[in-house]
T-cell receptor
């Protein structure tokens, strides 16, 4: 079956703009989590959605937000972009048993 | 707050050498433990996981890890590495006291294997 799909793969934005990233989970998975990966901080948990509700949230400012749709697809939004938001954003999906998180290829965001 | 510490940032080995990557976590409750691998240009993949039971778990590609509860450790091992094991390795924990799959990752260890 198809894996986790993230779009777009690459994105260049200007400081102050906002951006929306999309994630389509594996069919049947209802949990979607988002992570930020940077060389300095490594992989950091942003938030998790399950059945359209945010279940967990990491320690990121309110500029970072997300949502999940009834088909389990998820989007994350970053408003008022800063240079430090440049990172690889990873999405992961899990089934209801939460036994394993399957990761997508990520969206590489560059803020200039 | 939970945290995961990986002791080695970069490990360089020759093919056939043995590998051990250290991982310690700080959390007093019950946790699930994972090792993920990221090959160059590829997505994160699960190597192995520990939920309960036998503390020695075996994963894909000949990797294994041992959970030592008293030491809060979950070290990854492989008896004989191959050039194709060159990748970045991440240890992660997930608290059972928290619903969901929020993973706390270590900073990662880059493994370079020379042929």
């Amino acid at each position: 079956k198809a894996g986790v799909t993230q779009t777009p793969r690459y994105l260049i934005k200007t400081r102050g703009q906002q951006v929306t990233l999309s994630c389509s989970p594996i069919s049947g998975h209802r949990s979607v989590s988002w992570y930020q990966q940077t060389p300095g901080q490594g992989l950091q948990f942003l938030f998790e959605y399950f059945s359209e509700t945010q279940r967990n949230k990491g320690n990121f400012p309110g500029r970072f937000s997300g949502r999940q749709f009834s088909n389990s697809r998820s989007e994350m939004n970053v408003s008022t972009l800063e240079l430090g938001d440049s990172a690889l954003y990873l999405c992961a999906s899990s089934d209801y048993l939460n036994t394993e998180a399957f990761f997508g290829q990520g969206t590489r965001l560059t803020v200039v | 707050a939970q945290s995961v510490s990986q002791h080695n940032h970069h490990v360089i080995l020759s093919e056939a050498a043995s590998l051990e990557l250290g991982c310690n976590y700080s959390y007093g409750g019950t946790v699930n433990l994972f090792w993920y691998v990221q090959y160059p240009g590829q997505h994160l993949q699960l190597l192995l996981k520990y939920f309960s039971g036998d503390p020695l778990v075996k994963g894909i590609k000949g990797f294994e890890a041992e959970f030592i509860k008293s030491k809060f450790s979950f070290n990854l091992r492989k008896p004989s590495v191959q050039w194709s094991d060159t990748a970045e390795y991440f240890c992660a924990v997930n608290s059972l006291n928290q619903a969901g799959t929020a993973l706390i990752f270590g900073k990662g260890t880059t493994l370079s294997v020379s042929s």
